[in-house]
């Protein structure tokens, strides 16, 4: 197959793919103390500057902070320059992907969703990084270690590191102190705790419920059974356990929570972030980065409300981590690879990665930004940002391969038909999982 047709077929493929979308975040944009990642104005005057662009799906306010990141990197230096394009949404930005990888037109650099990542390293789209974080630009071994291991997993594929992560939430649980209080309970910390809770909200005759859960619920559920101990998908072998006892169980377990009336979906609402801000809910699991959906109409409707780190089931904690990276295309010349690695370097410098966290819900990238004094400031006046940061030592990525996105669409289906149409919880794992094992030989071998 030629390259050209073996590119096309990558686009039709990609035409069926489902994002994973991030939840939009608001913020101010102000100044930000920013460490240079490249050279200085001391260097070789004779250096010709070096161009790279920059493809991206933010928006609002993280389209604000975003800018402020590519401006402060480019005053930081005068070796590279950064142009920095904004793509629309997601979907948007995968189809002008598609068509420049047909086209042979590339950016330098862009924001990718983790599942589109394999896609692009097999039809050789992708820079392998490995040999050229290290540079001399780029990053330390020790800035490399710093990262959350949970999120370098999803950046991985065939043990090359295709990607870096930047714009990464995680599934939080927000609570209406209020309800909670007046059913004299703590904040739930596993999920029969939440049974409770809503056994009661039910006996009192409670319009509201326990749980709130988004329509797409399939994160919670996987959540859920890798916390029992399924192993769902296996990161390294790809081996599919998707409908084993524990994984079964799991959904049997949440499907009794929405029949028995201690747990829905956000139904006609789209996101549950709306209702839980209502008072519709005493919890809600959502996005890390959607603390400002919530916020505004909370204050509203008088809810005293807060975050906390996700029920256990089984008594483990696990988290799922959702969001994007970015990823350097092979058709750069080894100027601009060099121009690109300093940017990622500079952007998750301690300092830009807390910064970043500030301005748009997203949680920082290392460890060491937990340390940066504007960031413990931050989370002192915004406690309900802090679960999230709780969660980063025990996160981890939903394994990536090629037909990640037909696989989702799967899923995404079955979960729709167990919970709208009473599918048999085993019955259609089972469906599920062979149809996934399908997918995975048929698109990896």
């Known amino acids: 197959?030629?390259?050209?047709?073996?590119?096309?077929?990558?686009?039709?493929?990609?035409?069926?793919?489902?994002?994973?979308?991030?939840?939009?975040?608001?913020?101010?944009?102000?100044?930000?103390?920013?460490?240079?990642?490249?050279?200085?104005?001391?260097?070789?005057?004779?250096?010709?500057?070096?161009?790279?662009?920059?493809?991206?799906?933010?928006?609002?306010?993280?389209?604000?902070?975003?800018?402020?990141?590519?401006?402060?990197?480019?005053?930081?230096?005068?070796?590279?320059?950064?142009?920095?394009?904004?793509?629309?949404?997601?979907?948007?930005?995968?189809?002008?992907?598609?068509?420049?990888?047909?086209?042979?037109?590339?950016p330098t650099i862009s924001q990718l969703t983790p599942g589109l990542v394999p896609d692009l390293a097999t039809n050789e789209l992708l820079l392998p990084l490995d040999d050229i974080l290290t540079g001399e630009n780029g990053f330390t071994q020790e800035e490399l270690d710093d990262i959350y291991p949970g999120f370098m997993e999803s950046s991985l594929y065939n043990e090359k590191t295709y990607a870096m992560p930047f714009s990464k939430s995680t599934r939080v649980m927000y609570y209406n102190q209020d309800l909670l209080d007046e059913y004299g309970v703590e904040v739930p910390t596993t999920w029969e705790e939440v049974k409770a809770l809503g056994e009661k909200m039910v006996a009192a005759g409670d319009d509201s419920v326990a749980m709130g859960l988004e329509n797409a619920y399939e994160m919670e559920y996987e959540t859920m059974a890798r916390q029992n101990g399924s192993t769902?998908?296996?990161?390294e072998t790809l081996e599919v356990d998707i409908d084993s006892p524990e994984s079964?169980?799991?959904?049997?377990?949440?499907?009794?929570?929405?029949?028995?009336?201690?747990?829905?979906?956000?139904?006609?609402?789209?996101?549950?972030?709306?209702?839980?801000?209502?008072?519709?809910?005493?919890?809600?699991?959502?996005?890390s980065a959607g603390l400002a959906h919530v916020e505004p109409v909370a204050e509203e409707n008088g809810i005293n409300w807060s975050t906390a780190e996700l029920p256990t089931y089984n008594d483990t904690p696990l988290t799922i981590f959702a969001g994007n990276d970015l990823g350097v295309f092979s058709s750069a010349t080894e100027e601009e690879q060099e121009a690109a690695v300093a940017f990622l370097s500079f952007l998750l410098k301690p300092e830009n990665t807390a910064y970043w966290s500030m301005e748009t819900g997203y949680v920082p990238i290392s460890?060491?930004?937990?340390?940066?004094?504007?960031?413990?400031?931050?989370?002192?006046?915004?406690?309900?940002?802090?679960?999230?940061?709780?969660?980063?030592?025990?996160?981890?990525?939903?394994?990536?391969?090629?037909?990640?996105?037909?696989?989702?669409?799967?899923?995404?289906?079955?979960?729709?038909?167990?919970?709208?149409?009473?599918?048999?919880?085993?019955?259609?794992?089972?469906?599920?999982?062979?149809?996934?094992?399908?997918?995975?030989?048929?698109?990896n071998k």
């Open 1 to 106: 197959m030629s390259k050209r047709k073996s590119l096309l077929k990558f686009g039709a493929g990609l035409m069926v793919s489902s994002s994973i979308l991030l939840a939009a975040c608001g913020g101010t944009t102000e100044g930000t103390e920013t460490e240079s990642a490249a050279g200085t104005s001391d260097q070789s005057e004779n250096t010709e500057e070096v161009n790279i662009t920059f493809w991206h799906a933010m928006n609002g306010p993280h389209q604000e902070a975003i800018t402020a990141l590519t401006e402060d990197f480019n005053d930081s230096q005068d070796l590279y320059t950064v142009e920095e394009m904004n793509q629309g949404d997601y979907d948007t930005l995968e189809q002008s992907i598609m068509a420049s990888g047909v086209s042979g037109d590339l």
């Open 232 to 235: 769902f998908i296996d990161g």
């Open 248 to 287: 079964v169980e799991t959904l049997e377990f949440l499907m009794g929570l929405i029949d028995e009336g201690y747990a829905r979906t956000a139904g006609e609402d789209g996101y549950f972030s709306g209702p839980f801000a209502r008072g519709e809910s005493a919890l809600y699991i959502g996005s």
């Open 367 to 443: 460890r060491a930004a937990l340390e940066v004094p504007e960031y413990k400031t931050y989370l002192e006046e915004n406690p309900a940002a802090e679960a999230a940061t709780l969660e980063l030592e025990y996160g981890i990525s939903a394994p990536s391969f090629v037909g990640y996105g037909e696989y989702r669409n799967e899923l995404l289906n079955t979960m729709d038909d167990v919970l709208v149409n009473d599918a048999n919880e085993q019955e259609a794992l089972t469906e599920l999982d062979k149809k996934t094992e399908d997918i995975i030989s048929k698109n």
